[in-house]
């Protein structure tokens, strides 16, 4: 077992200074610039209560009334503290969430990548995974990251898949979401802030035993408007999915990047208990592709639970 600090992870974790500092309630005095509180479902045998249950919502300090005040998205998205996540969010509707369909990429959106990459880059998260993976220059760094994160390959019968669709994003496949660890993606889809412009989500229950703030692991449907018509065109469920609550983007593909390349050295062992933020997690890492080489998925397990997760 790996402990505090001498790890990778953690030590990525730690120098995250854009995480969102996740909470099960509202503190009387100061942690964070800004908190996401782990709302608990107080009516979980009330249908209703749980489909419009909103599991995050977001917190700012407020530095004349000394406390936290809830705030909106747009709020949130607009404070320069946060640009990466505004960078992060628009790549969320870059993407097919059909597997079988081909991806179109826009002058646009490869230049909201490399805005992206370029920003993230420079971040204390992926100065880390740059000293580990070995880059003196950042330019061939960034050139690491975007080939794991948005290059597409090919698995079985589904086109154009990307790491960065699957985890941050969210699939679709045979009526399932597939993918989609990412916690901010589901607080925006929980909301009428995303690019759809409604809630997306229909909360069904959490799954995990709600001991740290740090991670859920929960079941909920999504409701797909392929057309962009005002009306649920399909129910998509996801049984078992698992999120790191309140870090970074840059902290999420960190975590992920280097989950994947001690995945391909063979260093599974290093991957099944890992202290992070003194709490202990299995880091689960599914490749795919040609060569198996392609990051599909990433995602925690707390050690003390035994979930079926929906890669």
């Known amino acids: ?3 505090p ?4 992870f953690n030590q990525i974790w730690e120098a995250d200074s854009a995480r969102v500092a996740p909470s099960n309630g509202i503190p009387k ?14 009516k979980a045998n009330n249908r209703a209560a749980r489909e419009n249950h909103q599991l995050f919502k977001l917190y700012k300090y407020d530095e004349q009334k000394k406390q936290y005040i809830s705030i909106s998205h747009k709020q949130f998205i607009e404070d320069p503290l946060n640009k990466t996540y505004k960078l992060c969010e628009a790549l969320f509707d870059n993407y097919s969430s059909d597997q079988y369909h081909k991806e179109v990429v826009t002058t646009q959106e490869i230049k909201e990548e490399k805005d992206f990459l370029d920003a993230i880059a420079e971040t204390k998260c992926m100065k880390i995974v740059q000293k580990y993976l ?10 690491k990251l975007k080939s794991i994160w948005f290059s597409f390959y090919k698995l079985n019968r589904y086109k154009d898949l990307s790491a ?3 985890c941050c994003v969210g699939e679709k496949l045979n009526g399932k979401v597939s993918g989609y660890h990412f916690w901010y993606k589901y607080l925006l889809d929980d909301s009428n802030d995303n690019h759809s412009g409604k ?3 229909s909360f069904s229950k959490r799954l995990d035993n709600a001991s740290s703030p740090d991670y859920v692991s929960i079941q909920f449907r999504q409701l797909e408007d392929e057309d962009n018509d005002g009306s649920v065109d399909e129910v998509l469920f996801k049984s078992c999915g698992s999120f790191f609550v309140g ?6 593909l960190a975590l992920s990047t280097v989950g994947l390349i001690k995945k391909l050295k063979g260093q599974d062992d290093e991957l099944k208990l890992v202290n992070i933020h003194g709490t202990n997690y299995e880091l689960v890492v599914f490749t795919g592709g040609d060569n198996d080489d392609h990051l599909r998925s990433f995602y925690p397990v707390k050690s003390d639970e035994a979930l079926d997760n929906e890669n």
């Open 1 to 3: 077992m790996s402990k």
């Open 5 to 8: 600090n001498d790890n990778i």
């Open 29 to 42: 005095q100061f942690i964070s610039p800004y908190i996401v509180k782990v709302c608990k479902l107080e």
């Open 134 to 143: 070995g880059y003196q220059n950042v330019q061939d760094f960034k050139v």
């Open 164 to 166: 960065f669709e699957h």
């Open 199 to 201: 809630d997306v989500i």
């Open 247 to 252: 870090c970074s983007p840059e902290c999420y």
